[in-house]
Structure formats: C-alpha cells, structure tokens
C-alpha cells in the first residue's frame, strides 16, 4: 500500500501539510475514550493504521470473532463503547456471528470497517467488499459516509448511537478517505446526549396500585438489570415484597444476586416448566427481561390464565417483542427504586428459596473427574467479585446452579447462543478490569471456535484462568440427538487443548486426577486479581449423561 501513499500525497501535494480526515477521526476517538482499538489489519486498513499514534493503543486479535469479541468484553467490563477495526468483506464476514453476540449481549461497539479505494470502487477491485447489508440487521446502525471529510461525524454519530441502541454500530471508510483533508466539516452528532426515561409519575403509581393488591408476586429479573443500581433497586423492591425473584432463562447476565434469601433460581426454558414454576402468581414483574426468553419449543401458554404479566425494560424491542400485560420502557433501575419506596411492608420467605445441590463425592479410584467436581472446588473458592465468563454448553444448567453469581458481572455469556465468545470476552473482561478475578469456564468443542484469542491474552498479558473442561466432543449435541431419537453423525474428537494453548503463547496445564485439580484451585485462585499471565487448565472430565436446558 505504499504506492497508495505515494500516489495519494503525489496527486496532491498540498495535502502534506494540511489535517486529514484520519487525524480528525484520532480526535475522535480520543474525545469519545475509544483509545484501546481491537483489530486485525488487512490493506484496505493500511493508511489509517500506519504511523499510529502513540496515545492510542492498538490490539491485535488473531480472527475477526477475536476482534469483536475481546472489543465485547471490554465494553461489558467498561461499560462503554469500545472499538474494532475490521477488514472490508472478508473481515466483517467473519465477524457476523460475534457482532450478533454483542447486540444480544448489548454491547456497544463502534465498528471501523474498511473499504477498498472509492475512485475504483465501481470496477470492483480486489478486496472491494459489498458491506452495507453483509451483517444483516445485527448492528444498530450502519452507515458509509458520503464524503471523505463525513468520516470524523460519522464516527462519532457511531459512538452515540452504539451508546443508545447497545449494540454495533458500523462506519465503512473506503481507504482513500483517511488522508483527504479534513477541512472545516460540521459536526453531525450531539455533544452530549441525556436519556432519562426513568418513567412518569402514573406510571409508577399505576405499578404500586397492581403489586399492592397482588396476594402472590413474583420477580423475574433478567440481563436488562445487571448493573449495581438496578440490582440495589431491585433488592430492596423484592424485600419490600418479600418475593421471588427469578434469572430469566439463557440470559447474558444476572439480574439479582444469586446468594441472596429471595432468589429462586432459573427459570425453565420452555413454556410446561415456565407455567409450572411461576404457577399460583397472580403478578410477575419482569425486569430487564423479556418475557420470556425461551429455547426448546412446547405447546401451550407461557404462564397461567390468572397471572398479570408486566416488563420493564429500557429495550424498545424487548418491550416490543413481549406478549405482556403491560410493558413500560423505562429505566429498570428507576422505576424499582420508586417502587420500592412507595409499597408496603411485607413478611417475605425468611429462608434463601433456591437449594444448590451437595458437593459431589470425591471420583472412585481410576474414575474421571466429572465437570461438577470442578464447578463445585470452583464455587468453593472464587471471591465474590470474580467475573466468570461461560462457554460450557452441557455442563451450565450444573454451573448455574453450583456457582451464584454475586455481582452483575458475576455471569457473561453469549446471549445469542454463538459459541467463540468466551475466550476473547474473558480477554477483554479482563483488560477492562485488571483487578478483577477473571475465569472462563469453557467446553473443549468451543474453545476451538476462537481458540487463537488466546495469544491475543498471551501476548497482552491478559491474566485470565482459563478453565477448559474437556469431555472429548460435543457433549451436549450428543445428548440432544440422544433425546431427539438417534445419534449425529459427527465424531468425537480427542483434541490437547493445553497443546494448543501453549503453541499460541499461553501456560497451560493438562488435569486428569481430582487431587491434582483441587491442589491447582488451591494453588491458582488466591492470585487471581493479580495475574499478569493467561493460564489454561485443561481439565480432563466424564461427559454428562443427561442434559436438561
Ligand atoms: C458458532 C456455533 N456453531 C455451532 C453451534 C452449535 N453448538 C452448540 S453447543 C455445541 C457443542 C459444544 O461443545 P463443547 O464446548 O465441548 O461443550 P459440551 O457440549 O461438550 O459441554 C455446538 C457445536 C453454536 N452454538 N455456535
Ligand atoms: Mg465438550
């Protein structure tokens, strides 16, 4: 790409001394903190990227999944936007799968795509990508700037808009654009923006109303109400009530402590154990969750004929999208903490209400160590504010109830169902919260998916504990044909995981003795928060014979 350069400056050498467009867009990004930018570099990234400047970081990940995961991480950990730079058709192609997981998980990202050099665009030269439509309708905003001096707004019209819809927000600037001068264009995005939908005074009256003269409540609490504010509104509206308080199913993140009396457990993922479980509740109260996240389709109503549904969610298509009674599109967090404070007193359940199963027995002499062995030394030893990212697709419903999350980031996982997110996520997790306790809980099938992110930690010096339990295929797939009536055609497969691991940079150990397992725990967790190394335990397990979402 150096004759670009060459050929750009050539045709114009006035420009040499003037502001481009790409020093306008640093500023940009300096303004906005969008200073730690994930990507992988192709040619059509080549003039934005040669020459960065010192004050910006740039963090290579090895596969666009990488990228955007460990950019998701980071915006979770942060909670704000964070940046990726992705390479025109094939980088983004890449990426699709992981930019679902961040809308899901609603992060939000400001996603730089390159293009090829607008003056040939119309030939349609190598690298050429066709971009707009390439992420479907995943990101929350997608735009190609008309004119090159348009990129600096148009990026920071992305931050607002990533910061607004949670979730991807996508600029495509072809390559010739970075060095035309910036001249004097306007700005296309407010400076600051306020969103306060904290909800009107009869709303609020109108919810007070209905729970006071419910007999028999009940909270579901759900992705939508992991921050410390709407969990601190959220208790103390469920002890006002004195009432449940429900995950919602398959959630990126918890709504409630899970060690606190209240909390009931998950909710089941179909309708027969969703009617059976909120069966006899006159109101649920569904917060920062739709109503109601499924998975397995079964026939027949969602709740019982006598159960008033409400949400509150500040996702308009969360609230859309709910079959309710009522939904209110407002700040979860507001709206509890009022109602909290108007309602009266009530005798709650003075026991916790969810029961965590008994440690398991130590294996048998010569038997494999089974994944709730590990689960269970892990819950028994991890601090309360450790981050746990999971990725273990047969083995959650036993991490779930094994290990409670006690912090909104306490449980991360992708929300749309997409394996590869975990080991980059955990890596961004982490770099956005270096004193944080970070432990990914990953299966030996999904590790491969994103495997390569480990030298991305390894390089940076991510101190993530990695935990892959290795069960030797795809456990869950298995089950799932086993249920369905027969078994798939996909192999098994025996893959080193700590191999693989310590070939792309990172220490890693291989586990298959119960002893050796805790002595590691015993070993690893006390310095977690100050790790300065990834580390992989390849944990050698017994896959589950049975598998219940
Ligand atoms: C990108 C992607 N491809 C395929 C799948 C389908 N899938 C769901 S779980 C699974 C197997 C996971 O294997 P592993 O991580 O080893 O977990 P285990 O089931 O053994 O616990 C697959 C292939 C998916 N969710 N995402
Ligand atoms: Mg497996």
């Known amino acids: 790409m150096f004759s670009y350069r060459t050929l750009a400056l050539g045709d114009t050498g006035a420009r040499v001394s003037e502001r481009t467009v790409r020093d306008a867009t640093f500023d940009v990004l300096r303004d906005r903190g969008l200073t730690t930018i994930f990507g992988n570099p192709g040619s059509t990234e080549v003039p934005f990227l040669a020459g960065f400047p010192d004050d910006l970081r740039f963090v290579l990940a090895l ?63 190598f690298l050429a990508g066709r971009l707009e439509n390439l992420a479907g309708d995943y990101p929350v905003h997608i735009d190609l700037p008309l004119l090159a001096r348009d990129v600096p707004g148009a990026l920071d019209r992305a931050w607002h808009e990533a910061t607004t819809g949670r979730g991807p927000a996508l600029v495509i600037v072809p390559m010739d654009d970075w060095l035309e001068p910036a001249g004097d264009a306007e700005a296309a995005s407010p400076r600051r923006m306020l969103r306060p939908n904290a909800g009107d005074e009869q709303t609020v009256a109108e919810l007070t109303a209905l ?35 429900w995950q919602e199913a398959f959630g990126a993140r918890p709504g409630f402590p899970q060690d606190h009396p209240l909390f009931a457990g998950f909710l089941p993922a179909d309708r027969a154990g969703l009617r059976a479980a909120l069966a006899g509740r006159d109101v649920v109260l569904s917060v920062g969750a739709p109503v109601f996240r499924q998975y397995p389709f079964t026939p027949g109503a969602l709740v019982e004929s006598g159960t008033r549904v409400v949400v509150v969610t500040d996702d308009p298509a969360e609230a859309h999208r709910s079959p309710a009674d009522l939904a209110v599109l407002a700040t979860p967090a507001a709206i509890c903490a009022q109602l909290a404070e108007r309602l009266s007193q009530r005798e709650g359940a003075q026991h916790p209400l969810f029961d965590r199963p008994e440690p398991p027995a130590a294996p048998r002499a010569g038997a494999r160590i089974r994944a709730g062995h590990v689960l269970f030394a892990l819950a028994d030893r991890l601090p309360a504010d450790a981050v746990i990212v999971e990725e273990t697709p047969s083995n959650r419903p036993e991490l779930h109830n094994r290990i409670p999350a006690r912090s909104p980031l306490g449980f991360v996982s992708a929300a749309m169902g997409g394996l590869g997110f975990a080991l980059p996520g955990a890596t961004g997790l982490r770099m956005a919260l270096p004193d944080r306790p970070v432990v990914a809980v990953v299966g ?106």
């Open 63 to 125: 596969h666009e999944a990488s990228v955007v995961g460990l950019a998701t991480g980071w915006a979770l950990g942060r909670g704000e936007p964070a940046i990726a730079l992705l390479h025109t058709t094939a980088g983004l192609g890449n990426a699709v799968a992981a930019l679902a997981t961040a809308r899901v998980n609603r992060a939000p990202l400001v996603v730089l795509v390159g293009q090829q050099d607008r003056r040939h665009l119309a030939l349609e030269p």
């Open 211 to 245: 729970l006071e003269g419910s007999e028999s409540p009940a909270i579901v609490a759900g992705a939508g109400a992991a921050d410390a504010d709407t969990w601190a509104a959220l208790i103390a509206l469920a002890e006002r009530l004195g009432c449940p308080v």
């Open 444 to 549: 030996d099938g999904s590790s491969l998916y994103t495997i390569q992110a480990l030298w991305s930690a390894a390089y940076y010096r991510v101190g993530v504990l990695f935990i892959v339990l290795n069960n030797g295929g795809y456990a869950v797939m298995d089950r799932l044909a086993e249920q369905h009536g027969s078994a798939g055609p996909w192999p098994s497969f025996d893959i080193e995981i700590s191999a693989l691991a310590q070939t792309l940079g990172s220490e890693a150990r291989r586990i298959e003795k119960h002893d050796a397992l805790v002595a590691a725990l015993d070993e690893l967790i006390p310095g977690l928060a100050a790790r300065t190394e990834p580390l992989v335990l390849e944990v050698v397990v017994e896959p589950d014979s049975t598998f219940r979402p």
